[in-house]
């Protein structure tokens, strides 16, 4: 069963900064898209950034050109950096990887809660 796993939310006060990091296990496929996405209470989830296996990435208006998302160096692994935090970034931020075998597959991390107050 392919597992994801983030790490690096917590409290942090406005105009901080977080980083979170995503790893996947038990797969020896790479992840074609690695990506964020977040959830505040009474609230759909929304897409943060995405970003490809060649390195394209996407992100959304609410945090362009605060939030910085990459690959790591290690296989199958992701960092989300969160500059300039506001209270509206407040939510529980969950990994997402889209995966190819014989299909597409997605695969959901159990969420890490980011909370951005004073």
């Known amino acids: 069963q392919v597992q994801l796993v983030e790490s690096g939310g917590g409290l942090v006060q406005p105009g901080g900064s977080l980083r979170l990091s995503c790893s996947i296990s038990?797969?020896?496929?790479?992840?074609?898209?690695m990506g964020w996405y977040r959830q505040a209470p009474g609230e759909e989830r929304e897409l943060v950034a995405t970003?490809?296996?060649?390195?394209?990435?996407n992100y959304s208006d609410a945090v362009k050109d605060r939030f910085t998302i990459s690959r790591g160096n290690a296989k199958n692994t992701a960092n989300l950096q969160m500059n300039s935090l506001e209270p509206e970034d407040t939510a529980v931020y969950y990994c997402?990887?889209?995966?190819?075998?014989?299909?597409?597959?997605?695969?959901w991390g159990q969420g890490t809660q980011v909370t951005v107050s004073a």
């Open positions: 970003i490809t296996i060649a390195g394209r990435t």
């Open positions: 997402n990887a889209r995966i190819f075998t014989n299909m597409w597959r997605e695969y």
């Open positions: 038990k797969t020896r496929f790479d992840a074609y898209i």
